[in-house]
């Protein structure tokens, strides 16, 4: 069988909009807002909607298809461990931009291609975060090798390939019974190898990666390491542009109290009713997206009044670890006025959904 159906690369333009979104720019990050530019006097939920990037381009980074190679055989039934592997894929898909391509290979005894290489959209996000939210482990042995080997062929049957930088990650608790995984010849690749569980044997994905083009071992045990992992592992595969990323909401004053920020995985801390979020290393052209629900206070006054209800602060290392970059403050300004008469929430979730 041949794997030769891997998708082009296709050019994706912005769709067309009449309205004009807010954007700023903090240092080397463009910090674009969504939210409603009046609110009503009454106390009312009042949500803001954050997308960051890095303020290059993307000439001269390397386009990248990433196989990645999961391991549901019956060990995996134990625990969580497949629940932290959903996790970590997740994490993982956001990562990566258009100019990417995905697939997974899953082993058990035997292994299957779920899907051929994918380019990155915000479709194909949502089908692959799906793919890998369906994943059952098996009552099956487990055969690392077939695994590799599959997904070594993905890699090298591919049309599409030129200019392309090929990786494989490698995600299991390493207790291999069928196989030799180890045998299989990955020198002509950057393999990544995550383990799960530290009472398994270790030295199967250790050797792996020693023996790939460049390849490295973490072990994702504690949920908490999933982001250092990640990085150190993308760092070698993408560059990064923004080290040590963190963005920091907080309330003004009392015209406004946070309620919860959504920002998915990533640690965040809140001190002084202030919310920092740590992102890690940003790499070129990835995006995040945040969300903060405000409680705007009841005013009794009559009248417009324009109020600033949310500040916006983001900071970075010099690369060095020496000093961090801090971005003057962005201040998010509404007027209060009228009566409640619109639902900001559902429009909200449109503009985040056509994203």
């Known amino acids: 069988m041949s794997f030769n159906d891997?998708?082009?690369?296709?050019?994706?333009?912005?769709?067309?909009?009449?309205?004009?979104?807010?954007?700023?720019?903090?240092?080397?990050?463009?910090?674009?807002?969504?939210?409603?530019?009046?609110?009503?006097?009454?106390?009312?939920?009042?949500?803001?909607?954050?997308?960051?990037?890095?303020?290059?381009?993307?000439?001269?980074?390397?386009?990248?298809?990433?196989?990645?190679?999961?391991?549901?055989?019956?060990?995996?039934?134990?625990?969580?461990?497949?629940?932290?592997?959903?996790?970590?894929?997740?994490?993982?898909?956001?990562?990566?931009?258009?100019?990417?391509?995905?697939?997974?290979?899953?082993?058990?005894?035997?292994?299957?291609?779920?899907?051929?290489?994918?380019?990155?959209?915000?479709?194909?996000?949502?089908?692959?975060?799906?793919?890998?939210?369906?994943?059952?482990?098996?009552?099956?042995?487990?055969?690392?090798?077939?695994?590799?080997?599959?997904?070594?062929?993905?890699?090298?049957?591919?049309?599409?390939?030129?200019?392309?930088?090929?990786?494989?990650?490698?995600?299991?608790?390493?207790?291999?019974?069928?196989?030799?995984?180890?045998?299989?010849?990955?020198?002509?690749?950057?393999?990544?190898?995550?383990?799960?569980?530290?009472?398994?044997?270790?030295?199967?994905?250790k050797e792996i990666a020693m023996k790939s083009n460049g390849g490295t071992f973490s072990d994702l045990q504690n949920e908490n390491n999933l982001n250092n992992a990640f990085s150190q592992c993308l760092a070698g595969l993408l560059p990064i542009v923004v080290p040590d990323l963190r963005l920091k909401v907080a309330p003004v004053n009392t015209e406004s109290i946070i309620n919860k920020v959504l920002v998915g995985n990533y640690p965040t801390e809140t001190k002084n009713s202030a919310v920092t979020i740590f992102y890690g290393d940003l790499y070129r052209k990835e995006v995040h997206k945040v969300l903060v629900e405000l409680l705007l206070p009841n005013i009794v006054e009559s009248g417009p009044r324009a109020e600033d209800v949310l500040r916006i602060t983001c900071s970075y290392s010099d690369g060095y670890g020496k000093e961090r970059f801090k971005a003057e403050p962005i201040r998010i300004n509404v007027t209060r006025t009228g009566p409640k008469e619109i639902t900001q929430e559902d429009e909200i979730k449109q503009k985040d959904k056509k994203r």
């Open 6 to 205: 891997d998708e082009q690369i296709a050019i994706l333009k912005d769709a067309p909009s009449g309205k004009k979104v807010p954007t700023f720019v903090a240092g080397k990050i463009q910090i674009e807002v969504n939210n409603f530019m009046e609110a009503p006097l009454e106390e009312t939920r009042f949500k803001v909607l954050l997308e960051l990037t890095e303020l290059g381009d993307i000439e001269g980074r390397p386009e990248l298809d990433l196989v990645i190679v999961i391991d549901i055989s019956r060990s995996m039934r134990k625990g969580v461990k497949l629940d932290k592997l959903k996790i970590a894929m997740q994490y993982l898909v956001k990562k990566l931009s258009p100019v990417d391509r995905f697939s997974i290979v899953t082993f058990f005894d035997s292994s299957n291609r779920l899907f051929p290489l994918r380019q990155i959209t915000a479709d194909s996000k949502a089908k692959i975060i799906e793919e890998i939210r369906l994943l059952k482990a098996k009552n099956s042995d487990k055969n690392i090798a077939e695994g590799l080997r599959m997904a070594l062929k993905v890699l090298n049957d591919r049309r599409f390939a030129y200019g392309r930088v090929g990786a494989i990650m490698l995600f299991s608790d390493g207790d291999e019974n069928r196989g030799k995984a180890a045998e299989v010849d990955v020198s002509n690749v950057p393999v990544h190898t995550f383990s799960f569980d530290a009472s398994h044997d270790q030295r199967v994905l």
